[in-house]
């Protein structure tokens, strides 16, 4: 079986205040995007990624995605775009066959759901089962999204990582508190979240609302979804204290 891989990586980071796309920013000797594609080395058995990238930047994720995946041969997709046009057949012979990692980067859409949509697409057509993974997170280790894996095969189900909250969480109609919901009961939700590949394409296709996460999406289209236990190190990277937070995890790990 293949894994196939999404790496949504196209956000603006606005909230970050960095004045780049997120993924774009360097931390501790790599983007955010290399750190999360570098987590992937060893992953068991055949991998096909799709990272969807600021329109803008295409030709810089590419580049780094390569370089931080470096068993990679680039998709078919791909592979049918770089080719010039009306060039020489010849002089840009095919390149081997897709390999045990192959690539594909696409530009990323206005929303997280659309982005996710773009690289869906960009996936060959043999993957059994789809890891949706932020590249705001990138320090998700390989365990977890082998977890994940695992569980999507072992159940047919959708599954998301999750972490107990430990905030007491309110909803608000306006500023007023109308509910304290039991906390026990709430998890916070991370990525990678893994699907059945045929059942997150037709949630996609049928989806008419924009939801938060994957695990959202699959749920509205009638798949069943369950969790397994999810990682500290796969926190999300959203405001500049977060990105302190990242660089102290790195230095403390190279010490
Ligand atoms: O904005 P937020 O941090 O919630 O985004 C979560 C993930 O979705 C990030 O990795 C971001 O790059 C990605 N994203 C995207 N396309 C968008 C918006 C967000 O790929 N239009």
Redesign the pocket.
Known sequence: PRTGFVL?????GTRLGVGR???LVDLGGGTLLEHALRRLHGFPGRLAVAV?APAGHLDAARRLASAALPAATPALAERADARPAHGDPDASPAPPAADDVTLAVVA?????Q??VAAAIDALPGDCDVVLVH???RPFAPRALAERVAGAVRATGDGVVPVLPVVDTIKRLSGDRVVETPERSSLVAAQTPQGFPAPALREAYRSATIEHTDDAALAAAAGLRVRTVPGDVHAF?I?RPDDLERASRMLAGASE
């Not at 949504?8 to 603006?12: D, E, F, K, L, T």
């Not at 990323?108 to 997280?112: K, M, Q, T, V």
């Open positions: 949504v990586a196209a956000g603006s796309p997120k993924a969807a990323g859409g206005a929303s997280r659309s982005s932020d590249a705001a999300k959203t």
